[in-house]
């Protein structure tokens, strides 16, 4: 009897136990929190006038691994944006983007912003980020507003690099850029770059390059400072020397004309060097010296010289003769023509000049002070600037010099 009532009394215990534990409130698991969003910069990268010259990067701070949704979304400074108008944007509207700590974006399509308007210039725009994990979402905007501006942009596409010379520009907007010879680290080699900066080398076989360009058939034909030849490279790199002649020292620009005449002309010397397909070299005398730059409007077949000596810009008429286009304050390197326009390095002026056909000094970027810092046209600075190559809409602007980088300017429109 005793035995049972204890029964009774455990019985009764863990009824009331359980009991009590089915009737307690149950635990409550906090939300995963969502990243913390910082350091936003925004940047106008094109001059193209819509979303595709924006490029943004931030910092995430936080449980990256638990985001299920991450877009971006622009909104103009003046208009306030809430969480419950998130689900009403359209494709054209946001842009998704991977999370990562550190997030760089160029976007690459025209983008609306939360009003339904194309983004344009000389509006405050303000950007979003919607962040969401399996518990919560959450609508960051950057602290700093920021336009689109129609401005020059100095750029730094590779640095140290032994590249000081003249530049080609093939179909896919490949550089081709000489080492050259007015370094204190010359360069045998002929660098292939792409548009997004990586490297490789074309050729390292020929001395001291200055001048190059295209043939008809794609080659690069390439003038050299140390040698009397001049050489053709083949897409693979394979190359020959297609000429070797004394008078041929120096280096010097070099252009092919429509029918495969190669034109070639030397700081020194008073002439142009005339050379057929058949490779036979002829002269044409030209009553001024300094000739560095040579350039060709291609789809008029009209070579340019630019003058190192007096900064003058020549058109070779077809009876070689010259006629003067511009008298600029440059002493001119390597020289480029695209789009009606032409692009000139100043060496010792430490500027780059935008010139039209009519001899009108469009722009000139860069302080004058010796240097090799980014920015605007009015705060970029240059070193020796020498070799130069415009992308054939005019919008690029490729240069090298003596401070051993490859920059990049885009032009404002």
Not at 135 to 159: A, Y
Not at 162 to 185: K, P
Not at 201 to 220: A, H, K, R
Request: charged share 20%; hydrophobic share 35%; with cysteine.
């Amino acid at each position: 009897m005793k035995n049972s009532k204890s029964l009774i009394k455990l019985f009764f215990a863990f009824a009331i136990t359980t009991a009590c534990e089915s009737n307690s409130e149950p635990e409550t698991k906090a939300p995963t929190p969502i990243p913390i969003a910082s350091n936003f910069k925004v940047t106008d990268t094109a001059n193209e006038g819509n979303s595709t010259d924006i490029k943004i990067a931030f910092n995430l701070t936080g449980e990256i691994g638990f985001i299920t949704t991450s877009k971006l979304i622009i909104s103009k400074a003046s208009k306030t944006v809430t969480p419950s108008q998130i689900e009403t944007f359209k494709n054209d509207q946001f842009t998704e983007f991977t999370p990562k700590n550190t997030v760089e974006i160029q976007l690459t399509k025209i983008l609306k912003d939360t009003d339904g308007d194309l983004i344009k210039e000389n509006l405050d725009y303000v950007v979003h980020l919607v962040l969401s994990n399996k518990d919560q979402s959450l609508l960051t905007p950057s602290v700093k507003s920021f336009q689109l501006k129609n401005e020059t942009l100095v750029t730094t596409l590779i640095e140290n690099i032994a590249a000081t010379e003249d530049i080609s520009i093939d179909a896919d907007l490949n550089l081709y850029v000489n080492g050259g010879a007015i370094s204190n680290e010359k360069s045998s080699n002929v660098f292939k770059v792409t548009p997004k900066g990586a490297i490789s080398i074309l050729t390292n076989e020929v001395s001291q390059p200055v001048g190059n360009t295209f043939d008809n058939q794609g080659n690069l034909l390439v003038t050299l400072f140390g040698t009397n030849s001049i050489y053709k490279v083949a897409p693979n790199g394979t190359q020959i020397q297609i000429v070797n002649d004394s008078r041929f020292f120096g280096g010097g620009g070099i252009i092919v004309l429509k029918d495969g005449t190669i034109l070639n002309t030397f700081w020194a010397a008073r002439k142009i060097f005339k050379i057929a397909k058949d490779l036979s070299i002829s002269e044409i005398n030209i009553p001024i010296n300094g000739f560095i730059g040579f350039t060709h409007d291609k789809e008029n077949d009209i070579p340019y010289l630019g003058n190192f000596n007096n900064g003058k810009i020549f058109k070779l008429e077809t009876d070689n003769t010259l006629t003067e286009i511009a008298d600029t304050p440059a002493s001119i390197g390597h020289i480029s023509y695209a789009n009606k326009h032409f692009y000139v390095t100043g060496f010792e002026q430490h500027k780059i000049y935008k010139v039209g056909l009519d001899g009108t000094i469009v722009e000139e970027i860069g302080t004058g002070v010796t240097g090799s810092s980014d920015g605007l046209a009015n705060t970029a600075t240059f070193q020796n600037p020498n070799g130069i190559e415009a992308t054939p809409d005019g919008k690029i602007v490729y240069t090298t010099g003596a401070d051993l980088k490859i920059r990049k300017i885009i032009l404002k429109r």
